[in-house]
């Protein structure tokens, strides 16, 4: 079974972490000297070869899947590979390029844990299908882990350098591992396709019939930058219309419908400017782009970059999954990171359940012995990727713990408890 190539579907559970990454990055490259060189060096290749690490336990986990019977060892594979997967995402976020180099195996890596997460919840063992599936992942696994191992062979001879800014500009891009990964990338093709209760079972429509041209892409990626289109390098350009141009340190990618998906810099950055004003920077930006009703729902420093979370209001709730990610620089104020995948693959409309319960009702299923603080309401992701309407309590207990609680609107049942 095979999936269709989707419009560049880039991953939520890791676009934040690359957003962290970037700030880190750029922490990194303000530090002068030698031992700033020597450090992002070691960094960067000790990064590079834990995921490719990570890649082989997955693969080997997987591979074990296709041949596992019983409720005891299909559970550890699936805790094996859901872990692995975990550790492969968290590795993949320290490298020092945008998210596009990474969007096939980031992709792949999300289904995969998805799909062992969803098995989880059954008692029995493996049945057919499920190690059928298990074959047909390892065989993707298997090859995105032999060619990151070559990879690897190639940075230890030489052949293949960091993307660090001495050797962007040393090596003019041509031997750079983003550029290097790029072509791997191509190379991975379809990914299994799976039919079970999850994220990412079957196909879902989002495949562009009738992409924009490459040079509306253009006009709409220069637009968003504030220049020229001549002065727009494309980087590539995918089946389904998906553009990436670069600018600069800067690479905006648009999809075939015309959406500004991702915008990524790899610039330094040192600067002082305090992070109320990066917010409000980011919020005339938004509004700039036609994001008019948003909530900052987070907002963190990272070295000198404000790396933040907007999450889109609908009739006054918050929407998990709608939301843009955006990083601003804290020496011109300007957009450093922005990620608005979220947003384009959110709902066009968020369903209100006929009937729901009082905030008072809700928080009869919180437990004695915490300080509550209710936050509102939002649209809940959940994990077959649609949503559910719940109150949100921010709660204390009595160690000084700090948990948000969310509690069904429809049925007025604890839906799900997240320590911060």
Not at 307 to 316: K, N, P, Q, S, Y
């Amino acid at each position: 079974m095979y999936i269709k190539k989707k419009t560049f579907v880039l991953i939520v559970t890791y676009l934040s972490a690359a957003a962290i990454a970037f700030g880190a990055y750029s922490a990194a490259l303000s530090v002068n000297g030698a031992n700033y060189r020597n450090t992002a060096v070691y960094g960067y290749e000790h990064a590079f070869g834990e995921v490719v690490t990570a890649s082989a336990k997955l693969s080997d986990a997987l591979h074990r899947g296709a041949y596992a019977t019983g409720a005891e060892m299909s559970a550890s594979v699936c805790a094996d590979v859901y872990g692995n997967c975990l550790a492969a995402g968290m590795t993949m976020s320290a490298l020092p390029f945008s998210t596009q180099e990474l969007e096939n195996t980031a992709k792949f890596i999300s289904v995969a844990a998805d799909y062992a997460q969803s098995l989880m919840k059954q008692t029995g063992g493996f049945d057919d299908t499920a190690r059928r599936n298990f074959a047909e992942l390892y065989k993707t696994a298997e090859s995105i882990t032999q060619s990151l191992d070559k990879l690897r062979d190639d940075i230890d001879n030489g052949e293949v350098l960091m993307d660090e800014p001495e050797n962007v500009f040393a090596a003019g891009g041509d031997s750079l591992l983003s550029t290097a990964m790029l072509d791997m990338e191509s190379g991975i093709g379809e990914l299994p396709e799976l039919d079970y209760d999850g994220k990412y079972t079957k196909a879902k429509p989002q495949d562009c019939e009738d992409p924009i041209s490459e040079d509306k892409a253009r006009s709409i990626a220069a637009d968003f930058l504030g220049v020229e289109g001549d002065k727009l390098e494309k980087q590539y350009r995918s089946e389904n219309g998906a553009t990436s141009f670069g600018y600069l340190d800067k690479s905006v990618l648009v999809d075939g419908f015309g959406n500004v998906l991702s915008l990524s810099s790899s610039r330094v950055v040192t600067g002082e400017m305090s992070s109320e004003d990066m917010e409000k920077a980011a919020e005339e930006f938004l509004k700039k782009q036609g994001f008019n009703k948003m909530h900052l729902e987070s907002s963190e420093r990272v070295g000198d970059l404000q790396v933040m979370r907007f999450e889109c209001l609908a009739d006054g709730v918050r929407c998990e999954s709608d939301c843009v990610k955006i990083s601003i620089a804290g020496d011109d104020g300007k957009v450093y990171a922005f990620d608005a995948s979220g947003h384009i693959n959110s709902p066009a409309k968020h369903i209100k359940p006929e009937s729901i319960v009082t905030q008072s009702e809700a928080k009869n299923a919180l437990p004695e012995g915490l300080s509550v603080k209710p936050s509102g309401m939002v649209y809940a992701e959940t994990d077959g990727g649609s949503e559910r309407l719940c109150y949100d309590f921010e709660c204390k207990t009595e160690s000084g713990d700090t948990l948000r609680v969310l509690v069904d609107a429809e049925t007025g049942t604890q839906y799900r408890i997240d320590f911060e």
